[in-house]
């Protein structure tokens, strides 16, 4: 786990610990509403509400693939201009097959854009720059 003392690291880590947890709300919680969610297959606005409904879906498929909690692996901060700080994050996902007992590892790589502007920071832009889903396929933990 990354250690650092700089507000952004904080919010990362504050979004790592809420991101394990079981409170969609908190999960939600540190995204503007609405986002831009984007990724290799393209990019949307997202409504929180919606965002929201979809956390315990992914949660369900993640658990049923045996994931452990992603571990944050690296932080790179840059500093755009007063407001806005883009945040470039690499995750592991550690991956114990129940049916197979094989594990398999992923790491993925992602990009927030972070507004600080306010007392409470928000996403505005969450990025994923792999097909996630496709890596599992890819690397068979999920079958199609």
């Not at 939600?28 to 609405?34: H, K, L, M, R, W």
């Not at 969610?37 to 049923?64: I, M």
């Not at 045996?66 to 995750?91: F, I, M, N």
Request: aromatic letters at 10%; a negative charge.
């Amino acid at each position: 786990m990354i250690q650092s003392e700089s507000a952004i690291a904080r919010f990362i880590q504050l979004f790592v610990q809420r991101s394990s947890g079981e409170s969609i709300p908190e999960q939600v919680s540190q995204f503007a509403d609405p986002f831009i969610s984007a990724d290799p297959n393209g990019t949307r606005c997202v409504r929180v509400d919606d965002f929201a409904a979809a956390l315990p879906r992914r949660k369900l498929l993640f658990d049923r693939l045996g994931c452990k909690p992603a571990v944050l692996v690296s932080l790179h901060e840059t500093q755009l201009d007063a407001r806005y700080v883009l945040a470039k994050t690499t995750w592991r996902f550690d991956f114990a097959r129940a049916n197979s007992g094989e594990a398999g590892q992923v790491l993925a790589d992602s990009t927030f854009l972070i507004d600080t502007g306010e007392e409470e920071f928000k996403i505005v832009m969450y990025m994923t720059h792999q097909d996630v889903m496709q890596v599992l396929r890819d690397r068979g933990i999920l079958q199609s």
